[in-house]
């Protein structure tokens, strides 16, 4: 099955500085690459995903990159706000069917005012 | 994005005791959904997939008998905890997955149900 990894386990950042989380993952069939942003108490948000047939996805202050010949991607946050603390998990699976998300461990990200 | 709802958002129980947790997604069908597990300061664990109409399939180390799950219908699947002991405390997340063959869909998350089993 999928194993996914996910470094670091934490990050802290100061206010305006740019933090990367990076995921490796184990299973050559998995396409899809959703990042999922959890608050204390609350379920995981969607905050962006990647196929495979794209390298890069970007969405504001967010990007994803994706190497898909050595499995791995990685979470770019830039211009970080204090109201970007949580943590972050990285997930894989295939595409299609009915397959679940394989998560990463999860990183606390803490971003410093 | 998709809307999935989870009810209760927290329960506390007694030892002994079944609880019941709905998952319902708002605004499409979901024809899978996922039971997740999470303890403090860990990820998710998945405990089942569950398919409309179908048994659920259960992921290794997971007692069926004890996870009751049941997906009666595209946009409701329940997790009954049977006889809950305070092992079983944790932090319960639903998924649902719209399957529409051959395209890539989205899972969404409910926002969790807390359970503490006294």
């Known amino acids: 099955g999928e194993n996914v990894e996910q470094h670091p386990s934490t990050l802290s950042v100061q206010e305006g500085d740019s933090a990367v989380i990076k995921c490796t993952y184990s299973?050559?069939?998995?396409?899809?690459f959703p990042w999922y942003k959890q608050e204390l108490g609350k379920g995981p948000q969607l905050i962006i995903d990647i196929r495979s047939n794209v390298g890069e996805k970007k969405d504001q202050r967010i990007a994803v990159t994706l190497n898909k010949t050595a499995k791995h991607f990685s979470l770019h946050i830039t211009e970080t706000q204090p109201e970007d603390s949580a943590v972050y998990f990285c997930?894989?699976?295939?595409?299609?069917?009915?397959?679940?998300?394989?998560f990463g461990s999860g990183t606390r990200l803490q971003v410093q005012p | 994005g998709a809307v999935v709802s989870q009810h209760p958002s927290w329960v506390i129980c007694k030892s002994g005791t079944s609880v019941k947790i709905e998952c319902r997604s708002l605004d499409f069908q979901a024809t899978t959904m996922f039971w997740y597990r999470q303890f403090p300061k860990q990820s998710l664990m998945l405990m089942a997939t569950s398919n409309e109409g179908s048994k659920a399939t259960y992921e290794q180390g997971v007692e069926k008998d004890k996870f009751l799950i049941n997906h009666a219908s595209l946009t409701l699947s329940t997790l009954t905890v049977t006889s809950a002991h305070p092992e079983d405390s944790s932090f319960y997340i639903c998924s649902a997955k719209a399957f529409r063959g051959g395209s890539t869909d989205t899972q969404y998350f409910g926002p969790g149900t807390r359970l503490t089993v006294l």
């Open positions: 299973d050559s069939a998995s396409n899809y």
């Open positions: 997930a894989a699976s295939p595409a299609t069917g009915r397959r679940a998300l394989t």
